[in-house]
């Protein structure tokens, strides 16, 4: 039976997962900081150590760099909108012949191209395919964007998709970031495994003999 003031690091058979985290954080920011006394910490823990605790500050810190470029996109954006829209005019373009029926759909909606006329600058007549719903009737109005010389152009970008390329170039941003730490940290603790291997295994060599009882070849002309 346990005392009373007595710390249960177990409960029901397992271990608090909370305060083993805390316990090994603590521990690797000990480490990391070169003040831990345990003689069995290698240097090469330490470095492990620091490593953990950079990547964790790089993966905190990495939501900044990831805004401001989204930030940054979202304003580019903006003003690429604005410019189109000061260049491009809406009108509405007549249709010169009916549009075919019963064509075959193509994903959620289906447009076919028909001859229409459409006036811009004032005073400018121009002639073109547009793309309308199947069945539309001759001489139905159609919107068309053109740009200042009157031919058909592509409309400004719309609040949505600038939008979601802002958070497009955050979401990038952080993943490479992520991306970049996590790898880094990979192929550093690789190099730091083999390195300890490499030295566990020279002093194994050297201790190795001794320990077994079993002398090396060369001794006492043997």
């Not at 002093?203 to 043997?222: C, K, L």
């Amino acid at each position: 039976m346990m005392a009373e003031g007595t710390a249960q690091p177990y409960r029901n058979g397992k271990r608090r997962p909370v305060r083993t985290a805390l316990r090994r954080s603590a521990l690797c920011i000990r480490q990391a900081c070169g003040t831990d006394r345990n003689p069995l910490c290698r240097r090469s823990d330490r470095r492990r150590a620091r490593l953990l605790v950079l990547l964790v500050t790089l993966l905190l810190l990495a939501p900044l760099p990831a805004l401001l470029i989204g930030g940054l996109a979202y304003q580019q954006g903006r003003h690429a909108a604005a410019v189109q829209l000061a260049q491009r005019q809406q009108v509405a373009a007549v249709t010169l012949a009916s549009a075919p029926k019963g064509q075959a759909r193509i994903g959620e909606q289906l447009e076919v191209p028909v001859a229409a006329r459409w006036s811009q600058p004032p005073g400018h007549s121009h002639t073109g395919q547009v793309l309308v719903a199947p069945g539309t009737a001759a001489g139905a109005r159609v919107p068309l964007w053109v740009d200042a010389s009157g031919q058909p152009a592509r409309a400004p970008r719309s609040s949505a998709d600038i939008t979601a390329d802002a958070w497009f170039a955050a979401a990038g941003t952080l993943a490479a970031i992520a991306a970049f730490g996590v790898t880094g940290v990979a192929l550093t603790r690789r190099s730091l495994d083999r390195r300890d291997d490499l030295a566990w295994t020279r002093q194994w060599a050297e201790v190795e003999p001794e320990w077994s009882g079993r002398r090396p070849h060369g001794i006492d002309g043997r």
